[in-house]
């Protein structure tokens, strides 16, 4: 089976003065589900040091794991904890360089974006919501997001988008690349649309 490497989000309990990653464990049935083995990994692994960044750690572990394709899952708005920007954006340098498939979900697609130079803004009404997308992928997807990007980056085509415009899903030209704003893993059951797109990606 494929290994499937996962970012986690990052939480802070300032009652136990400690920095945890998470990872719904709704997001790793749903890899199973799709017949992958998930892989989370940690965030600690990219440490800043001042200005600069030492990944040396995080390139030891992905030559150990050798993993088949990546998942930027969701949660934290970017910029609030810089290990999990730099761990997520080292990693769509190390996919893009290994042609490696790389499934963005919400946070992840933004970030896959951002990394191709497109911007965010805020958006509302994405948020604890259910809405229709319309597109080469389309029905109706779950919503927890407050920032969309503004356009679509370069080297991506538009796979989906809302009823007031906002881009929803994404797809790179040449890499085996797709962002999705929606959380699959938060359906119940899951999509069949959605573990069909994630096979086809990552086989």
Same mark, same amino acid.
């Given at each position: 089976?494929?290994?499937?490497?996962?970012?986690?989000?990052?939480?802070?309990?300032?009652?136990?003065?400690?920095?945890?990653?998470?990872?719904?464990?709704?997001?790793?049935?749903?890899?199973?589900?799709?017949?992958?083995?998930?892989?989370?990994?940690?965030?600690?692994?990219?440490?800043?040091?001042?200005?600069?960044? /030492?990944?040396? *750690?995080?390139?030891?572990?992905?030559? +150990?794991? %050798?993993? @088949?394709?990546?998942? $930027?899952?969701?949660?934290?708005?970017?910029?609030?904890?810089?290990?999990? /920007?730099?761990? *997520?954006?080292?990693?769509?340098?190390? +996919?893009? %360089?290994? @042609?490696?498939?790389? $499934?963005?979900?919400?946070?992840?697609?933004?970030?896959?974006?951002?990394?191709?130079?497109? *911007?965010?803004?805020?958006?509302?009404?994405?948020?604890?919501?259910?809405?229709?997308?319309?597109?080469?992928?389309?029905?109706?997807?779950?919503?927890?997001?407050?920032?969309?990007?503004?356009?679509?980056?370069?080297?991506?085509?538009?796979?989906?988008?809302?009823?007031?415009?906002?881009?929803?899903?994404?797809?790179?030209?040449?890499?085996?690349?797709?962002?999705?704003?929606?959380?699959?893993?938060?359906?119940?059951?899951?999509?069949?649309?959605?573990?069909?797109?994630?096979?086809?990606?990552?086989?």
């Amino acid at each position: 089976m494929k290994k499937v490497v996962i970012t986690q989000r990052v939480d802070q309990l300032n009652e136990r003065n400690e920095i945890r990653d998470a990872i719904d464990q709704r997001m790793i049935t749903f890899i199973l589900d799709a017949g992958f083995i998930p892989v989370p990994i940690p965030n600690g692994l990219y440490k800043p040091l001042s200005e600069s960044t /030492d990944c040396k *750690e995080l390139n030891v572990w992905l030559d +150990a794991i %050798q993993p @088949n394709a990546f998942v $930027l899952s969701g949660g934290n708005d970017i910029g609030q904890c810089r290990e999990r /920007d730099l761990t *997520e954006s080292l990693i769509l340098d190390y +996919a893009s %360089q290994h @042609n490696l498939p790389l $499934l963005g979900i919400c946070r992840g697609m933004q970030m896959m974006a951002k990394w191709a130079g497109a *911007e965010l803004r805020s958006v509302k009404g994405h948020i604890s919501t259910k809405h229709p997308v319309t597109g080469k992928i389309s029905g109706q997807v779950n919503s927890y997001h407050g920032f969309s990007i503004v356009t679509c980056p370069l080297g991506f085509v538009v796979l989906a988008t809302s009823e007031d415009s906002e881009i929803e899903a994404i797809q790179h030209n040449y890499l085996p690349w797709e962002g999705w704003m929606w959380h699959p893993e938060r359906e119940a059951p899951f999509a069949k649309r959605d573990i069909e797109r994630l096979r086809n990606l990552f086989v």
